[in-house]
């Protein structure tokens, strides 16, 4: 028997990694709105789902969501408008879902902040090559 909590956690560090690269983050859409369902882990709570590619997101364009279809949205906007909404919402966030609608159901301020981390590790590099390029040779600071 397989670890599917393992799987998708993988998927879930794919939709990251991909999403970062890409900087798309991809969602079912209708006339009507966004594809949402109802959390497989939490009752009364709603999930919206979204994926890392326009393939995966177009996998799930059949029975009910056969009316919608993949849209994209910039990660920027995701990050400062979709998931801060989400958050005061109470909404979870599906990622990299499977055809079944399995996967991760994680909080909106979670994934921002995971969606953002490369950003703050980039920082973080330049500093330490900074504060190294003002030191000598012994380690000390230059004057």
Same mark, same amino acid.
């Given at each position: 028997?397989?670890?599917?909590? #393992?799987?998708?956690q993988e998927s879930h560090d794919r939709f990251v990694r991909e999403v970062r690269a890409s900087?798309?983050? %991809? ?27 326009? #393939?995966? #997101? ?6 009910? %969501? #056969? ?9 920027d906007l995701f990050i400062d408008t979709w998931l801060a909404g989400m958050e005061e919402d ?54």
């Amino acid at each position: 028997m397989t670890d599917l909590s #393992a799987d998708y956690q993988e998927s879930h560090d794919r939709f990251v990694r991909e999403v970062r690269a890409s900087g798309l983050v %991809w969602g079912l859409q209708s006339d009507s709105g966004w594809a949402v369902c109802e959390s497989n882990e939490y009752e009364d709570t709603d999930v919206y789902p979204f994926w890392s590619t326009e #393939a995966q #997101a177009s996998v799930h364009s059949s029975d009910d %969501w #056969a009316g919608y279809k993949p849209s994209s949205l910039h990660l920027d906007l995701f990050i400062d408008t979709w998931l801060a909404g989400m958050e005061e919402d109470g909404v979870m966030v599906g990622t990299n879902w499977d055809a079944e609608l399995m996967g991760l159901e994680v909080e909106p301020s979670d994934l921002a902040d995971e969606l953002m981390i490369d950003e703050y590790d980039d920082e973080e590099e330049d500093d330490d090559e900074e504060e190294e390029d003002d030191l000598d040779d012994d380690g000390r600071g230059r004057s």
